[in-house]
């Protein structure tokens, strides 16, 4: 039987905070301690959802159905299973843009529906955008997009759960990066673009519960039971979306130093955490949904990835 919607009942294992304790550093990707190869810190460091364990299993979070827990492993074969779970949500996705309009349920104001919609499909295409960079060969390289997705995965059920106020604190933010970006221009000398009427001056002040939330992802995630493992793993991952060494020791063969032109990994966990990301992003917002094809595709997705999964758990 299927919990009610937003029970949480599978934990992530503490392997990767074990893990994390080896690495050295105080912010994004660190140094590994001691003589752990590329390959295995790309293990640690691949979302906290799943570990890399000796038995080649990955744990993820939000799974409600462990019974099927030994059938991940990190492998060709559960690659598989996530990228028809992607393709999927992706094709439901489709069959909304093919429709004449979409209605939304009464649980979706006309303020949050616009922007739910638009973080699903963000979700949804760079999913699809990571299954077909892994079909192609590149995998770690998918690093930035998948910590893209973790990100508005959360934020996704969290602007729903808060409604039109969870609006207000999006829009606050970003009328402050448009007041910072005005002075940015102002301060270098580059000329405002045409209809532009924003003119610098006093930045709006952060305030509120939400304005935090939305600002600060740790946040966001310590509002969840277990969220604080899905905040290390994006924290690690930062050196993949900036500039870092760890990022650029990616493509240097561990064992002879040797260059390589893509990334020195045997992994698939950016692929199959972000199978599980899409899938919760459909959970969050099929809801808001009049007509039932989204839900009816979640259940098909899970089927073909095998495994449940539920929502996050407030606090």
Not at 247 to 265: K, Q
């Amino acid at each position: 039987m299927r919990p009610r919607r937003g029970e949480l009942t599978g934990n992530a294992t503490p392997a990767i905070h074990k893990a994390a304790a080896g690495l050295s550093g105080c912010a994004g990707w660190a140094e590994p301690a001691g003589d752990l190869g590329h390959d295995r810190v790309a293990g640690l460091t691949a979302f906290g959802q799943h570990s890399a364990p000796s038995d080649g299993r990955l744990r993820l979070v939000n799974n409600i159905s462990a019974s099927s827990q030994d059938e991940f492993r990190d492998n060709q074969a559960t690659a598989e299973r996530a990228t028809a779970a992607i393709r999927i949500i992706t094709d439901a996705l489709d069959a909304l843009g093919k429709t004449e309009s979409v209605t939304r349920t009464p649980a979706a104001t006309a303020r949050v529906f616009p922007l739910a919609y638009g973080w699903f499909a963000a979700i949804v295409r760079n999913g699809q955008l990571i299954a077909l960079a892994h079909e192609n060969g590149l995998r770690h390289e998918c690093a930035a997009s998948a910590r893209l997705v973790l990100q508005h995965t959360l934020a996704l059920q969290w602007l729903i759960e808060g409604g039109d106020l969870a609006v207000d604190a999006v829009e606050a933010d970003g009328h402050r990066r448009a007041f910072d970006l005005v002075k940015e221009l102002a301060d270098t000398g580059w000329p405002l673009p045409d209809g532009f009427t924003l003119q610098p001056g006093a930045r709006p002040a952060q305030s509120g519960a939400l304005e935090e939330q939305f600002g600060n992802f740790k946040a966001m995630c310590l509002l969840y039971v277990g969220g604080d493992q899905q905040y290390v793993p994006f924290r690690m991952q930062s050196g993949n979306a900036h500039p870092s060494y760890i990022g650029a020791m990616a493509y240097i063969v561990p064992e002879t130093g040797e260059l390589s032109t893509t990334a020195v990994t045997d992994s698939y966990v950016y692929l199959v955490d972000t199978a599980r990301c899409v899938i919760l992003a459909g959970h969050a917002f099929e809801p808001l949904l009049a007509d039932t094809s989204l839900a009816d595709a979640v259940i098909r997705a899970e089927t073909a990835l095998g495994i449940e999964f539920a929502l996050w758990r407030r606090l």
